[in-house]
């Protein structure tokens, strides 16, 4: 995205570690008055609970709660994983980026190979399809040749690959500053400006 005039994104929850990335990146939108629709995988349902205790469907008490008020700019929609008949689904409905985050090995290999077995794998398929932003956030590690082919497989077909990889050249002192920076760099992924960490300094 060149500017904030588009102003709704996708982000998909699934299995994989790093639950605060997601909840601070959908906050980060909220705050800067997006639309976010918002798809949690089983699996991303239970990361959710077993790193945050935060359920799917309390996700935004959770966020005015951790962050203020200020992410009631934005407005968050939940959809089932199962509702193969939402709009985004479809190439028509006006999403302008989705992201993926923490995105699992699971759902990185149904994106690669366009196998839309759910919501979250469909709407990223469009995404693909329509020439529209697409980023995936993977954590794994060690990671299999197929993993590392499928990652491969998503950049050539136009996704951008941001791996679950906080920097510490920032000084992080709490889990948050490392929630900050992976949000902050999924933010400048779709062009937006944001403070969330400090700009590089020579
Ligand atoms: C506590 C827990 C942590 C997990 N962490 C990861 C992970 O970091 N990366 C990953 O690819 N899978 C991880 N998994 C496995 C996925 O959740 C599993 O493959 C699941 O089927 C993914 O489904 P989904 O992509 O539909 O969410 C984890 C599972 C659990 C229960």
Redesign the pocket.
Known sequence: MSDESRRSITIAI?????ALYAVRTVAALLERAFHVELVV????R??LM?ELSVSADRLLPHLIETYGATVERGSLQLHSNKDLGAGIASGSHGCDGMVIV?C????LAGVAHGLSR?L?ERAADVMLKERRPLILV???TPMSLPQLRNMVTCAEAGAMVLPAMPAFYQGPKELSDLADFMAGKILAALGLKHDLYPAWKE
């Open positions: 699934t299995g994989a570690s790093g995988s089983d699996f991303g239970r990361l077993e923490p699992s090995m699971k759902t759910n979250a993977p954590r794994e």
